[in-house]
């Protein structure tokens, strides 16, 4: 499993994909940034706390979530996609290691990649507000959202896994990967979002209850409430947002059923 | 004798499709075995069961002496390199990186066999060029290459001539013979390319409708193939005739040409021509092409 890693890790960092998104990705986040700060210039900051929500610091440091699906389907076809485009699976099998180790292998190397890119994303905008802005010594709420974030990235991982894994190929498995998502975030979003916010009155506090676990267990959804919790919260007329835990179950249910998809199929 | 990979029954169906019924073949050590049959016959289907890409339906094989539902199978595979179909390369990397990450991926120590290999499959001077830039035959070393790597005792290659040039074609058979000769590798190569497969097995499997039609050395098939006369003449009516008169068994093989499997008196066949005014233009002797004795094996029409 260690030369698996091993294996996978070198690859990874000697792809260009991941270079490319890791030094991209976080200038969405700064952009945002700097809109805010054109958006909210001349205004009076009162104290430094003020001055940190008026940049909304706290959220633009997550906006790179709002495009999370699209980059990890791009990110796994260009990393376990190729090991199916360019034979490199085949190797592994005909070397002798067994498939439970290789899915692991490759679970465990796309999840790091995802959260490397994620963290960095984090981290580089928020060094630039504090820089900006400064700091008002809260590490509570950013690293709280941070944590947050880890679990739906690591379950969208495994779930565009599964999807390659299904397909058998990288296209149709990115393909795959990508309209169900989105086709799960907007089908739901449409049907319980519009009936919250439109016919609030009918909606019950369990059906609420409800709402928010399956918005957990969707990572796409869950992820909305990190890059956008002050105004998701207001349409839904919401003061929690959901736990991320739920997010563990849909990275565990989609880590067993890709690994048992795995061993079972034919490979070419 | 001594045998590196046993099947026995080995059936493999997908749906309503059965691509390997009963399959029994023996791969002796040491040797090069040349796996022969049409396409569609069940040649891939048959080395992806042994590499472990697919399970079978029904049946078992042997490699090193451990049956493929033993959990020791998995070391045993340490022992082969395969070049399955389309070489395995990562196509954005060198071939020294290709061979880097094979090297790590089978846990080696560490890189000092790269130059080696690289060598012995005459890819030493591609330097920072990655695997996408290659020619068809710079790639099939190359997945050849990385076969090789970690020293296996058995390499299957899977039609590894397919879509190469005349050069490419030679450059291969030379690197397989010399592995063979060389590093006692036993070889499976599959192919229905048969002439240049007959200038390489030592031994045969011939496959067809996903079973094994008939296993013999190089020596049996030499013996098994008929021997003809390959005759040309001016007017082959005429010899036809002859021919007939004479109750020899013959084949035509174009409006000057025959073949004779018989053994026959030259000088009376000239003589017996001679009446019509047909003259022999050639006269010289040749063994049966495997291909012939394929065909005669499963069946169809020769070409030869």
Known sequence: MIKLLRANFFKLFCSWSFWLTLFILPFINIFVIINGDRTYKGLE?????????????????????????????????????????????????????????????????GVCESLIIDLFCIAVP??????????????????????????????????????????????????IAFLTDLVMYYFFDWFFLSKLINEPEKVSAAQKKLYLIIDALLPSSFVEWLYAFGMKAHDLNMTHAPKCGWCCITLAVMTAAGLMQFRKNDLK | MEYVLKTNSLT??????????????????????????????????LIRLICGLQRPTSGSFEMFGVRNTDRKILEQRRRVGAVVETPSIYLGMTAEENLKMQ???????????????????????????????????MKQRLGIA??????????????????????????????????????????????????????????????????????????????????????????????????????????????????????????????????SGCEVLSINERDESLESFFISLVGGESHD
């Open chain 2, 103 to 137: 090297y790590m991926t089978l846990g080696l120590p560490d890189y000092s066999g790269i130059p080696e290999l690289l060598k012995l499959v005459r890819l030493s001077d591609t330097g920072r060029k990655t695997a996408r830039n290659f020619s068809l035959g």
């Open chain 1, 45 to 109: 900051p009162r104290s430094g706390l003020d001055r940190w929500n008026l940049g909304m610091c706290g959220e633009t440091c997550f906006s790179h979530l709002m495009f999370l699906t699209y980059i990890i389907v791009l990110l796994m076809g260009m990393f376990i996609g190729d090991e199916y485009a360019s034979g490199a699976l085949r190797n592994k099998i005909i070397a002798g290691y067994s498939r439970t180790k290789l899915y692991f292998s490759y679970l465990i190397a």
């Open chain 2, 146 to 275: 990385v076969a090789l790597c970690g020293n296996p005792d058995m390499l299957i290659l899977d039609e590894p001539i397919n879509g190469l040039d005349p050069q490419g074609i030679i450059e291969i058979r030379e690197l397989i013979l010399k592995l063979n000769r060389e590093r006692d590798i036993t070889v499976l190569i599959s192919s229905h390319i048969l002439d240049e497969l007959s200038k390489l097995a030592t031994h045969y499997g011939f496959i067809d409708g996903g079973r094994i039609v008939k296993e013999m050395s190089a020596e049996e098939l030499e013996k098994a193939s008929r021997k003809a006369v390959h005759i040309e003449v001016t007017d082959i009516k005429a010899l036809s005739m002859v021919l007939e008169d004479m109750g020899v068994e013959y084949k035509l093989i174009d409006d000057r040409t025959a073949d004779i499997y018989a053994k026959f008196n030259i000088t009376q066949l000239t003589k017996a021509l001679m009446p």
């Open chain 2, 12 to 45: 493999k169906k997908y749906r309503n499709f059965t691509a390997l019924d009963n399959l029994s073949m023996n791969v002796p050590k040491g040797s090069i075995y040349g796996f022969v049959g049409r396409n569609g016959a069940g040649k891939t289907t």
């Open chain 1, 126 to 175: 928020f060094i630039v507000c504090c820089a900006k802005y400064g700091f008002d010594g809260d590490w509570g709420t950013p690293g709280l959202m941070t944590v947050s974030s880890l679990p739906p990235v690591a379950a969208l991982t495994a779930f565009t896994i599964l999807c390659i894994i299904f397909a058998g190929d990288r296209t149709s498995g990115m393909v």
